[in-house]
Every structure is written in structure tokens, then in C-alpha cells.
């Protein structure tokens, strides 16, 4: 599919830091791409997917094996989405904009493999400042979370057992928010090998 793949993908010599931020971007973009598909009205979806259908014929004969990717891909390009560069550079901006709230959306929602990110906070441990990152998703009827830890100097990322169940994120996020900084110490300490 030459003409309708952005490439995120992880660079030579990425940080899990970075391919963190890379993953959360693609997910971005997709979940972009799928609401536009939920606002347009039913009849608009089989020619867009036409459309994106003869970019890729265009291009030359491609098997399309996933309808619904293609035409996400194709929603991807024509929304005025930030490069990924701009991106990030927003996200350390104001990390709080860029909760990763799927909730309430149930086709986006969270899973135990694709945790939302929903809150963050941060601790001084051994002389670094550490980013803790509240990673929670949906299972059944509540909703569990773990830490994830940071490290700013790009080392390997860290994180808890899943330790969190409550009834919402919302109730999640009280509970991360709880917690003072030693208490996030301490899960730190437990995450480090």
C-alpha cells in the first residue's frame, strides 16, 4: 500500500521511551481515523473506501486483505493530523492534554494488551526525576491499572503488577492521585530489578 502508509515505526537506536511515544502516536491516529468514520453518515463510507481502494490499485496491484485498515489508513491521510515530531513536541508540552482517556468509547476502549494512559505524576528516586505514568483498561465491568515508570535519561522503563481495580478511570485516577511521593517510591522500588 505505497501511497497510504505514515511511517511511526520504531529508528535504530529508539529508547523504549521513544517507541512508547510511537506506539501512542499510532494509536492516535487510529483512533482519529476511526471517529471520523463513525460521524460520516453510512452512505459516505462505501465510496470513501472506493476511493482508498483506487489509490491502492493505482499504485499497482495490491491484494487487500483488510478492508477496514485500508480505509483507516486512508482516514489517517486525510485528516489535518500533527507529524509526529509536532506531536511529541506537544505531548512534553502539556502531557495532561494528551491523556490517553478511551473510556466511554466502546469500540476504543482499553484493553489489558493496549492500556490507555490516564494520568501521570512525578518522583525524585536516586537523584532522577522518574515520570509515573497510571496505565489502566476495561476488564468486565471494572477497570485495572499498573505504574508505568519513565526513566528521563532513556533508560528501560519499569512498571508494577497490575495493583489498581476500581469502578471507572475516573476512580482509578483518584487512586493514583492518592498516592504521595513516597508511596510512588515505593512501587518504583518494587518495578526495579
Known sequence: MAGLEVWVGPVSGETVQDQDLRERYREYRRRQATRLLRLMPREAVRPLYRRAAAEVVGVGHIEIDDPMALLERYCERLLPLPPFEV????????????RDDRAGVDADAPTADR???LDEGGL?????EWRALLRGYRDGGVWRG???FEDPRGGAGHRTATIFC???PDALRSRFRSFESAGLTAFLRSALP
Request: glycine share 16%; charged share 20%; proline share 8%.
Open 87 to 98: 506531536w511529541v513536541a506537544d505531548v512534553r508540552r502539556a502531557p495532561g492534554a494528551h
Open 166 to 168: 476500581e469502578t471507572g
Open 115 to 117: 492500556p490507555a494512559t
Open 146 to 148: 499498573f505504574v508505568a
Open 124 to 128: 525524585e528516586y536516586g537523584g532522577t
